[in-house]
């Protein structure tokens, strides 16, 4: 083994030369540059570790909106650089979407520095996202007229420093080394045209901890997301992609960060949980009864005449008759690190797509704000807007629709 | 289905008396006080998912130590009221015990708010430690000799808000959402008790993204972890489980939370990361050749007569021909919220077990405090030492050896 590895490799030959030069050799290693050997995964057609599973990187759409949730994504909020012009934003792109597709697939980032942390996608998708500004720059007549701050909400509560933001990048995978690599690869693309706004962590399961097709429980222990459009479903493609010029095939996107009072909630028992939600808590059936996906019956009174599902409860002030509010959620739990054992810092980081925000979002939200018990314990924080710019084939980039 | 759930479960009956009161009626739920209808895993000897699987609570040794380690740990260090004395402290180690035990199994805590969330184990593990202060608090003549801060190295920059602590709960499971419960749960019974000093987030590879059994990989892309005795044999006993006095079947706990420059890391090819470790990036193997677990042969000279594996390389100065100065590891990457894209905020929370911390941690570090080319791009900036006591018997409790 010994001789194999000192001759086999030729890495090995520069390695010697620089011994020589002892410590001092480290700055010759720096400067002279050898090829770096990038080992891929083996391929094959059944993985033998979900670490090897990947997502298709080129397509119609991007990945990571239709894709089935992967148990971690952060989400990273960007400033343009001032000097950063329609130009500059095509370079952007066409790095990252070069870095994407190869990371995707198990492969080192074109720079890659630490090549072997590449070699475990876990169904990683890498999504790009476009603020107000970045489509200003890059066309000032093709900004969708819904890309703006949302409107003001009295329950909103928003921190600069967790809202805004010219450019996005959702990084999700089913291992967190995974999402933690191929961030750092990106933010090295970035950095010469962008400063990082803001930076958020969720997660959600672990992959196979549960089985498959669960709604997920948040951190209230609610089952969250019951009612959401299914990929593959005509309604899906109704209410997520975009039929609208330069942005055709993609879709729009908006994270809320939303903190969640977790000792006001200790404060409430089990039946004043089901209520102000409108569902239980065990298998999230509606207080009417049935199963999870059943439709609750909004009528339905109790023996003295009162409505079952409350005036208040979250499920009947976000339900619309209108086939247009309707928006596809892909949410994640977050922790940040607590200050002291009695104040959580935790929440949900909010990410619905939805073709046209006004249309879609906006009057849901809206309703919620008026009434929904649950704002007695969750408090919008953050607030960001993006158009998420179709797909593109090998050999194009992301954003080449508008950048072209 | 409707009919059922409405006379099956006898919480709703409770509801239907607070839906009358409409949204008053929260009050009233939280003033009631029904019983929650826990409900547990399934029990299969075959788990159809590795969220059912789960580690044995009691036992001769706490868990959480020769555990395989979960893919995420959370580290949380406490600071003990000023009222808490002896009793108080076997008043908590009763009520985490009992906690820890029923979490670990699948099933909700006591006073458990959301116990659904409690139904998906994952190999939870929790642990913990005693810091000086705990000791003397209960007896002032039981702190074992080396229960004190370590000594200073030349190349810490120790933060107070890192460092130290008179409690330690360490909660380990292969998901990331049982993690948060648990902590939950055991922050609660805590709080009456402790402030939270700080807390240290970790995370590996994923369940089952890897073939079982490989060493984890750091930030720096660098096998992390190659050298380190096996549970389950001898040299692994004689190196972690202490024989002395109320200690016996327990450990020491060094915890450093080391900040690694991942940018200056950046800067240094693959031959110059090579020899600062001593070790190839690709397989971990020595720089004198063979396969990953091969013995470094760190008398071999290359062909001009200088050291193969150079005096200055981590694996050089880490070793010791002292059969005491042998430690077990069992670290986690940690990665905070970056501000900027340019300055990363991630390194390892380093955790070490062993019976004396003075014969065996402290000789090893102050060796690579000397010289470790290492040294160049990674920088502790917390420490704390704790004493990990013994586990308990179905009806003891941990920490029963030093408070009956």
């Known amino acids: 083994m ?19 030069g002892g410590a001092a050799g480290l700055g010759a290693a720096a400067a002279i540059g050898i090829d770096r050997a990038v080992s891929t995964s083996p391929s094959s057609t059944q993985p033998a570790t979900h670490g090897e599973q990947t997502e298709p990187f080129y397509g119609t759409h991007q990945a990571g909106i239709a894709t089935a949730p992967q148990a971690h994504a952060t989400f990273y909020g960007f400033d343009l650089l001032d000097d950063v012009d329609r130009e500059g ?3 952007m792109m066409r790095l990252l979407t070069d870095d994407g597709a190869r990371l995707t697939q198990g492969r080192a980032a074109l720079a890659d520095s630490e090549p072997e942390l590449a070699e475990v996608p876990a169904r990683l998708t890498i999504t790009f996202g476009f603020g107000p500004e970045f489509v200003r720059r890059a066309d000032p007549s093709a900004v969708p007229p819904w890309l703006k701050p ?4 009295t329950i909103d509560r928003l921190q600069p420093s967790w809202s805004d933001g010219d450019f996005l990048i959702q990084v999700a995978a089913d291992d967190p ?4 690599h191929a961030s750092r690869m990106l933010l090295k693309d970035v950095r010469t045209f962008a400063s990082l706004r803001w930076t958020q962590k969720g997660f959600r399961r672990a992959h196979g901890s549960e ?9 209230f222990g609610q089952l969250d997301g019951t009612v959401n459009p299914a990929p593959g479903t005509e309604e899906f493609d109704r209410v997520v992609w975009s039929q609208d010029g330069w942005l055709t095939g993609g879709t729009g996107l ?14 409430i028992d089990r039946p004043g949980r089901e209520q102000s939600v409108g569902r239980t808590m065990g298998t999230g059936a509606p207080l009417t009864g049935g199963a999870e996906l ?35 959620r892909r949410a994640y739990n977050y922790e940040g690190e ?14 619905a797509f939805q073709a046209d925000v006004d249309k879609q979002f906006v009057p849901i939200q809206q309703r919620l704000d008026e009434l929904d018990m649950l704002n007695l314990w969750t408090t919008p924080v953050g607030s960001s807007v993006f158009a998420i710019p179709p797909g593109c084939s090998e050999g194009g980039y992301i954003g080449e629709t508008l950048l072209d």
Chains 1, 2 share one sequence.
């Open 2 to 20: 010994k001789n194999n590895e000192l001759t086999d490799q030729p890495r090995n030959l520069s390695r010697r030369g620089l011994l020589l």
């Open 177 to 180: 080394l995974t999402v933690s």
């Open 89 to 91: 934003l095509r370079r």
């Open 150 to 153: 949302l409107p003001e909400f």
């Open 254 to 267: 908006v994270i809320r960060r939303i903190d969640m009072d977790l000792e006001g909630w200790d404060e």
């Open 294 to 328: 059943d439709e609750p019956d909004f009528e339905a009174v109790n023996e003295f005449g009162f409505p079952i599902i409350a005036d208040y409860a979250h499920v009947r002030r976000a339900r619309s008759d209108n086939p247009d509010e309707v928006i596809f």
């Open 338 to 351: 607590q200050d002291t054992a009695t104040a959580s810092n935790a929440g949900q980081v909010f990410a």
């Open 211 to 219: 089985k498959v097709g669960l709604t997920m429980r948040n951190l």
